[in-house]
T-cell receptor
């Protein structure tokens, strides 16, 4: 069965600094991987997805993530944090035996310090 | 497109009452998902439908919970009777399933349920 772990329930960065949010997955077959963002009192919004094409995936708002099979990781990065990036970020996985069943990680709350 | 529409946005009800949450997926999407979000348990998949047919309801916590999708543009999640531990934010999401692939979901804004 798939599972997702996100290291660090809360991450703080200074405005303009690098954002790095960590995600590791467990899947017995090649996975689909996703990052979603949730702003306060809103639903989740898809940031980017990995579907077995390029291992470096670019998403919206300047975010990108790299799929590393050897490390079973899919970390999310952004070169320069903006105040508007403060939100909850969720890593998620599904696999090719159960495409529709997406399992979400516990989430990482990102704070951006001016 | 207006996106995935959920109603109501907020619901406060007394323990023992019936609660019905509603969802209108994006037109043309053929998969619909109900999730529950709490601080303690995070995001939990309750049930999902493909082409209006329930595929997996293993996440439904108890028989008090039921979900229907009578047509492609409407789904309900019902809790009867409701209990305080059902208090959570309930999200509906939809996607277009095209063959063996998953390209991500579009989520609604959620219904915040409080059972007192």
């Amino acid at each position: 069965a798939q599972s997702v772990t996100q290291l660090g329930s809360h991450v703080s960065v200074s405005e303009g600094a690098l954002v790095l949010l960590r995600c590791n997955y467990s899947s017995s077959v090649p996975p689909y991987l996703f990052w979603y963002v949730q702003y306060p009192n809103q639903g989740l919004q898809l940031l980017l997805k990995y579907t077995s094409a390029a291992t470096l995936v670019k998403g919206i708002n300047g975010f990108e993530a790299e799929f590393k099979k050897s490390e079973t990781s899919f970390h999310l990065t952004k070169p320069s944090a903006h105040m508007s990036d403060a939100a909850e970020y969720f890593c998620a996985v599904s696999d090719k035996t159960s495409y529709d069943k997406v399992i979400f990680g516990p989430g990482t709350s990102l704070s951006v310090i001016p | 497109d207006a996106g995935v529409i959920q109603s109501p946005r907020h619901e406060v009800t007394e323990m023992g009452q019936e609660v019905t949450l509603r969802c209108k997926p994006i037109s043309g999407h053929n998969s619909l998902f109900w999730y529950r979000q709490t601080m303690m348990r995070g995001l939990e998949l309750l049930i999902y439908f493909n082409n209006n047919v329930p595929i997996d309801d293993s996440g439904m916590p108890e028989d008090r919970f039921s979900a229907k999708m009578p047509n492609a543009s409407f789904s309900t999640l019902k809790i009867q009777p409701s209990e305080p531990r059902d208090s959570a934010v309930y999200f509906c999401a939809s996607s277009l399933r095209q063959g063996p692939a998953n390209y991500g979901y579009t989520f609604g804004s959620g219904t915040r349920l409080t059972v007192v």
